[in-house]
């Protein structure tokens, strides 16, 4: 089994733009590249599949899989108030996926390429659609009506 992507959820978010303005201030420069940091525990067993792969962190919003970023690191980082931390290093890009329900769960999980929503496309942020809410469009994109 081949495991290739993380699934994490947003806590505290309510839309993808809300999503996408908190990524937007905390943009780093990671080996020289546009990096937000995504804080852990524990660095995934996996790592260094994940990286050869090219996996991607897919992240939950309001009990929907919303959005990806491609992993391009993993930084374990001391933390004097919480001690080891790991920091998922994603690309600051954000593609957003087709939204695909998902129940809440701890931490952070593998996720099968299999099991992964399909993308819509690179989000900029001035793509806010035409305000349906996420959870209604989703119901209508599987309904065939979007």
């Known amino acids: 089994m081949n495991r290739k992507h993380i699934i994490k959820l947003a ?5 993808i733009q809300q999503f ?5 201030s905390q943009i780093i420069d990671y080996e020289g590249q546009a990096a937000v940091p995504c804080w852990t525990r524990y660095k995934p067993k996996e790592a260094d599949a994940i990286l050869d792969a090219e996996g991607s962190i897919y992240r939950v919003v ?4 919303i959005c990806r970023h491609k992993i391009l690191g993993f930084e374990m980082v001391e933390n004097t108030e919480k001690g080891t931390m790991c920091a998922i290093m994603q690309d600051a890009q954000m593609i957003e996926t087709i939204a695909q329900p998902r129940r809440s769960f701890q931490g952070w999980r593998y996720l099968k390429e299999s099991d ?3 993308d819509k496309g690179i989000y900029t942020g001035d793509n806010i659609g035409d305000g349906i809410p996420e959870d209604m469009r989703a119901d ?7």
């Open 62 to 65: 309001k009990n929907r899989i």
């Open 140 to 146: 209508l994109e599987a309904a065939g009506l979007l």
């Open 116 to 118: 992964a929503p399909a």
């Open 11 to 15: 806590v505290g978010v309510e839309t």
């Open 20 to 24: 996408y303005e908190i990524q937007r």
